[in-house]
């Protein structure tokens, strides 16, 4: 479906300081271990300021990671509104199959409210323990694995408990979750299409992998700071925004050294408390923040590892923006501030479209692997258009300008030595790069729908390319994962 566009209002007549957003976008371009993506900020329902940071556009979906949940635990809300599922009733009578093989009585006595607030007894991660008693039905593999300690006395953020939430979702509805979401929640909100990885049962994995929108991400932040209406209809039982944003077990010192201030403020639903508000997030730094008392919604999309610098910068910059009344004489900021984040961009990586020397030795050079990675040989080849590299994720050279990546984990990139150059197929990439010298190739190849970078170096002294991701992708390092599944499996 086409999406109506958010109502739109300037920053100053939301009583939003333009300069106070100039500050926070300042902060996020000097911070060296901060890539953002995107951001968009609503203020009393109408988005005051939006911007991508090409080669990241507005109609791509991203790969949302963790903050998936925050879409599960409100199918959850509706499954429940339905009388489908009980938030009271035991995890195990959701799948009487598996009865008679649980016997751990704390994992018998779990209930859905304990897996969808991350308090299902277990004191760690129990993914690996899930998949590995039942591959076949990790569902039962996490029943399998014995809780520490007793359910609803622990939190411990544990992807399995998420899992089976969306697992219950599922069974009870019928449905995978996006196609429960669609006519309820997702068509109604005006979001247009999105994707959702599936493990080998055939379930989306409901903890992780959908793929949507900033856009998105900031409607369903407006409609839980609306406790579930949207343009005047309900779409949320009444009052679950409250009970999901509501902290139902302390998460102090529970996710590991360091500050981790805004983790351990306490965990609902599958929506994490914060210092000020609370939001749903996801690894990297994909964010929706709400902050009902300033009546503000923030969506943004980043790759980092340093997440809580993210919300930091929120916090020192975007906060005092927020003003309690409308903004006189402020049209010249408000111009400026919107000039700005229409031409967000990443900086390319450097480098020149030739060598500046021994070209003749660039032509049909192959490279094989140094050391680990996702990349295990490349080739280069020239043409009337330039250069072409082509990586291969299996050992041996590969051909260039051949089969379709999905296939033969192969991938051409365009060398142009000039800003990103942006492709669609064989999936969505950007590439920027060149010739530093006349010994090293080094391109970066940005994967448009996730949060990821790969960094490339071919040294043509030793025939040898590296390939470092600068954030590791969580759901595999294969060059063919990294997009949208489209429907695929």
Known sequence: MNASALPVGSPAAEGVDALGVHAFLDALEAAPEIEPHSLMILRHGRLVASGWWAPYAPGRPQLLYSLSKSFTSTAAALAEAEGLLDFDAPVISYFPEFEAGITDPRSRSMLVRHVASMSSGHERETLDDAYGKDPAEPVRGFLLTPPDRDPGTVFAYNQPATYTLGAIVQRVTGQPLSAYLRPRLLDPLGVGEVFWMRDRTGREIGFSGLHATTDAVAR????????????????????????????????????????????????????????HGYRGDGAYGQFCVVLPEHDVVIAATAATERMQDFLNLVWRHLLPAFRPEPLAGREAADAHLRTRLGGLTLPPAGGSPEPSERAEDWVAAQFTAAGEGPVRAAALARDTDGWTLTLSEDEGPPRTGSVTLRRAGRLDLRITGEGWTVAEEPLPTAVSGGWTDAGTLAVDVVFLETPHRLALTCSLADRTVTARWRTQPLHGGRLTSQRAPHGSL
Not at 234 to 240: A, E, H, M
Not at 268 to 274: K, L, N, P, R
């Open 220 to 275: 369903l932040g407006q409609l839980y700071l609306n406790d579930g209406v949207w343009e005047g209809r309900r779409l949320l039982p009444r009052g679950w925004a409250a009970r999901a944003s509501q902290p139902r077990t302390a998460t102090s010192g529970a996710m590991g050294e360091g500050d981790r201030q805004d983790w351990d403020q306490g965990y609902g639903y599958q929506f994490w408390t914060s210092r």
